[in-house]
């Protein structure tokens, strides 16, 4: 299979994000925005031919799905240890090609009309492009580093993104949290990719990966603190996943990132930069399964677990129909990750791997789907908050049928996309344990309830009294709505375990009926709760919250981590380490620096007498140095 | 060669000669003291040149043509300081040094 | 005899040497200057090079001198006494000169030259002929450098000379 084209997938947004960076003074908006999607067409188009030629014109060759690597050593260290740069092409890139490219491309015709008259619109097509480039470099990586790189630059287009109206300080503020907490997390990643080229002495995902190879089966060769290195590089490689796809405890970001225009939100932080993390995983997941057992796999599944579960616990109680979103986002992201944590590796064994993908997918069409359909609600009535909506079904028939396909979807509804992803899940998890299996259950049940309760909230109950009459969103709007909503009823067909499993055989997957029955009944009864509470504008869950009392409040707060870290930070950190090392730099660094500059002044003020511009104070000095060297060498010859 | 006298003795008035051209040359405050003091310091290496050719390697020119050649360039030399300081004059009207430093700090 | 006459031409030289550096009047400064290159053109008759003789008259004190001399008449006033150096300074400069004075003699005196007797009297012809001699040893291509030089300098001294009065542009230059 001839690969050299792909590269051309991150390059041309590359491309478009040069052209429109450099030139946004010059180019008019209305061109900009459609350079954008042109650059991004292509590459979608060269995702999805990859994509067929991949899966169905090369298909497996001896029942495995091949993997190709086009790459060129770029720094070389020793004979083995080596960052690359290429692409990799192998099922779970490709699939990350096909989500990435289907909802950036949407994403940028919708962002045609929802940024519409937005000052810098031009700048915010450049910044899309460089996400996608970023983001298809990512996908790509070949090694350990180079998915490094890539991986910091996606947080740095998600800053940009966030803090895109920056003279909005919430914006800003969110923009910097994103990207302290991230690069505090990407700091853990960078300590395990040095430790991991230090005892494994190679970035190679190939190398790494290879269930035969000396990195899996010399695991055990070193220790530190009773578990292998190689685990412990691999749990610092997880907390940088961890950070970029919001895993408590590094999570605080992901809701203040709301700030950034919806379709940022769509794009980076429900369908693809967030899911990175879970990528990062899935990518190493040889070396997750067999080093050590599986212990750091273990740490995936548990993490995972309780994130889902928080995060579906506080979307229950937010007011702002994107916040409700992000902690459903990381929810979710919390699902793929305990699949990934319970799945094994050969045959119908990796059912949680390829479930976890599987529900990657689906999510990024479904949930990228609710962003945009909460942007073309927010883009009508011009606020976030769930008070000022109500009764919209009338005014807006696509939104509230896409937003309700979708809802279903997350919900698990058969047969809409996420029930099978999702019931993928809870089987890998049934299989291999209970606890995360309630778990998910559970979670499944809460993600059906608050999902409904923004969809009566907004578009049922009672109408407010809106300043103008909302209105449909405009054709650029509404097609991607409805693109994405077929996606969302027909991708839970797709075989994709067929496709996508860890050993890259692929095996039959078969709907396992009481599981189901008991996620879809799980999902319905959540339904209904919402339907009983939110339907008409009752004071039922006045009722509710009242009778929670204090954990209500936790919750609508978020159980005060932000606070809590603000505390940490703030507090301790600053006060007793920062403050007085800021001191020491001040006095003592900085006065030293200081010191040395002072005085050279001060000499230089000294001696620049001898610089009088006269020549025959230089002759003098001339002189008598040449006289003094010609005694100097007498002295030296004569003895 | 001059009978009777060696060739220490005529680089020693030599020595003595360029001393008093450097000499002259720190401590004048008057640029054409100053070139005057230049003339001496040159004329001090031409006798050297001429003077080592002579006892040395009498069969040869070489000393006495590069004499010739520092006569000339000690010929252009002065023409072109003078020139410099008539110049000097008409523009700050004095030639002490004292007034031509503006090239210090 | 000729023992007797170097020696006179170098107390000539040296003394009028010092008088020309000391002189608080310009003009005699000069005339003192000029003998001491007579001095030396004296000393070149004794070593029998009378061609450089002839050209240290003419050229030094027949040119340079009057050069000078004219420059000394431009820009100075016959009466006016010239400034003098700090005694400091004065010592200070003298102390340095001597040292070196002492380096310089100590190291002629520490040489051992091989000196060849002869009585070879060089003519005029015989520099003429090397000067313009383009085989080995010849100095044809020196020789036309310095008249290249010589021409140069000629129009570099006219150029400046002639200068330009000072204006209010680059009065605030200087």
Redesign the interface.
């Known amino acids: 299979m001839n690969i050299s084209y792909i590269i051309l997938i991150p390059l041309v947004p590359l491309a478009v994000f040069l052209l429109l960076g450099i030139n946004s003074q010059k180019i008019k908006p209305a061109i900009s925005g459609y350079i954008g999607v042109l650059g991004l067409s292509i590459s979608a188009a060269l995702s999805l031919y990859t994509a067929y030629q991949y899966f169905l014109v090369q298909g497996k060759v001896d029942g495995v799905y091949q993997t190709f690597v086009s790459k060129t050593v770029w720094m070389k260290f020793t004979e083995t240890l080596h960052i690359d740069m290429g692409i990799l092409i192998d099922p779970i890139s490709v699939m990350m090609l096909v989500v990435v490219s289907i909802v950036s491309l949407m994403v940028h015709i919708y962002s045609r009309g929802y940024m519409k008259g937005d000052e810098g619109y031009t700048r915010f097509f450049a910044f899309l492009s460089l996400f996608s480039f970023s983001m298809y470099g990512l996908v790509l990586a070949t090694n350990l580093f180079q998915i490094y790189i890539f991986w910091e630059l996606v947080g740095v287009s998600s800053f940009l993104l966030i803090g895109y109206y920056y003279t909005k300080p919430s914006a800003v503020a969110a923009a910097k949290k994103a990207f302290i907490v991230t690069r505090f997390a990407d700091l853990g990643f960078l300590i395990g990719i040095l430790i991991m080229g230090y005892f494994a002495g190679t970035y190679d995902f190939q190398t790494l990966n290879n269930p035969e190879g000396s990195v899996i089966l010399n695991w055990a060769s070193t220790s530190f603190m009773g578990l292998s290195v190689i685990t412990w590089a691999l749990l610092l490689i997880f907390m940088g996943g961890a950070g970029k796809s919001a895993m408590f405890p590094l999570h605080i970001w992901l809701p203040d990132a709301m700030e950034g225009p919806t379709p940022v939100s769509a794009l980076i932080h429900a369908a693809t930069m967030v899911v990175a993390g879970v990528y990062l995983v899935a990518r190493l997941f040889p070396m997750f399964y067999f080093v050590e057992n599986g212990f750091a796999l273990n740490i995936v599944a548990y993490v995972g677990a309780f994130s889902s579960l928080f995060a579906a616990i506080i979307a229950i109680t937010q007011t702002d129909i994107k916040r409700v979103l992000a902690f459903s986002t990381m929810s979710q992201i919390g699902y793929m990750m305990l699949a990934l944590g319970v799945s094994g590796y050969d045959g119908h064994e990796g059912v949680g791997y390829m479930a976890s993908m599987f529900h990657l997918f689906t999510h990024a069409m479904f949930k990228a789907l609710l962003f945009l359909c909460a942007g073309s609600v927010i883009h009508a009535v011009h606020s976030n908050y769930l008070k000022d909506m109500g009764g919209l079904r009338k005014y807006m028939p696509i939104t509230n049928i896409t937003f309700l396909i979708a809802a279903l979807a997350i919900a698990g509804v058969p047969p809409f996309a996420g029930f099978w992803s999702k019931d993928e899940i809870l089987v890998a998890a049934f299989e291999h344990n209970m606890l995360i299996y309630y778990v998910g259950v559970f979670v499944a049940g809460l993600t059906a309830f608050y999902m409904f309760r923004i969809y009566f909230g907004i578009f049922w109950g009672k109408e407010k009294e809106y300043e103008h009459a909302p209105h449909e969103s405009p054709k650029s709007m509404t097609f991607p709505l409805l693109f994405l909503a077929v996606l969302s009823m027909v991708a839970g067909f797709i075989p994709f375990s067929e496709f996508v499993s860890p050993d890259k055989v692929g095996f039959e997957a078969h709907l396992n009926y009481p599981l189901a029955a008991i996620a879809t009944s799980v999902g319905l009864l959540g339904i209904i709760l919402a339907w009983i509470f939110y339907k008409k504008e009752n004071s039922l869950s006045d009722r509710f919250a009242m009778a929670f009392g204090p954990f209500y409040k936790w919750t609508s707060d978020k159980f005060y981590f932000d606070e809590i870290y603000l505390f940490i930070t703030k507090k301790i950190l600053f006060n007793n380490v920062s403050a007085p090392l800021a001191k020491f730099d001040k006095k003592y660094v900085d006065g030293t620096m200081e010191g040395v500059g002072n005085k050279t002044v001060w000499l230089s003020g000294k001696i620049?007498?001898l610089?009088?511009?006269?020549?025959?104070d230089y002759?003098?000095s001339f002189?008598?140095g040449?006289?003094i060297i010609?005694?100097v060498f007498?002295y030296l010859w004569t003895n | 060669m001059i009978a009777g006298i060696s060739i220490y003795e005529i680089l020693t008035v030599t020595s003595i000669l360029f001393f008093i051209g450097?000499y002259g040359?720190?401590?004048?405050k008057n640029l054409i003291s100053?070139l005057i003091s230049i003339e001496l310091i040159l004329n001090a290496s031409v006798i050297n040149f001429v003077v080592i050719n002579k006892y040395l390697y009498p069969d040869m020119l070489q000393g006495v043509i590069f004499s010739i050649f520092i006569i000339a360039v000690a010929a252009a030399e002065t023409a072109l300081a003078v020139s410099i300081i008539i110049n000097l004059y008409r523009q700050i009207s004095s030639v002490e040094?004292?007034d031509?430093?503006?090239?210090?700090? | 005899m000729e023992k007797y006459i170097f020696y006179i031409l170098s107390f000539i030289i040296i003394a009028f040497a010092v008088a020309s550096v000391s002189s608080r009047k310009m003009l005699r400064s000069v005339i003192y200057l000029l003998f001491v290159l007579c001095g030396i053109a004296g000393i070149y008759f004794l070593i029998d090079y009378n061609f450089l003789a002839a050209i240290q008259l003419t050229v030094y004190a027949g040119g340079i001198i009057v050069l000078i001399i004219f420059s000394v008449l431009l820009v100075h006033h016959i009466e006016m006494e010239l400034e003098m150096a700090k005694v400091s300074r004065k010592i200070l400069?003298a102390l340095?000169?001597s040292?070196?004075l002492g380096?310089f003699l100590?190291?002629i005196y520490n040489n051992e030259f091989v000196v060849v007797e002869n009585q070879i009297t060089t003519s005029t012809a015989d520099i003429g002929g090397k000067l313009l001699s383009y085989d080995a040893g010849g100095f044809i291509l020196p020789f036309e450098v310095v008249s290249v030089l010589l021409l140069a300098a000629m129009i570099g001294a006219i150029i400046i000379a002639k200068g330009r009065k000072l204006n209010d542009k680059n009065e605030e230059a200087l």
Request: hydrophobic share 50%; proline share 0%; charged share 15%.
């Open positions: 620049k007498g610089q009088s511009g006269k020549v025959q002759a003098f002189v008598m040449a006289v010609a005694l007498i | 450097i040359f720190i401590t004048r100053v040094v004292k031509t430093e503006i090239m210090k700090y | 400069t340095v000169c040292l070196g380096v100590y190291t």
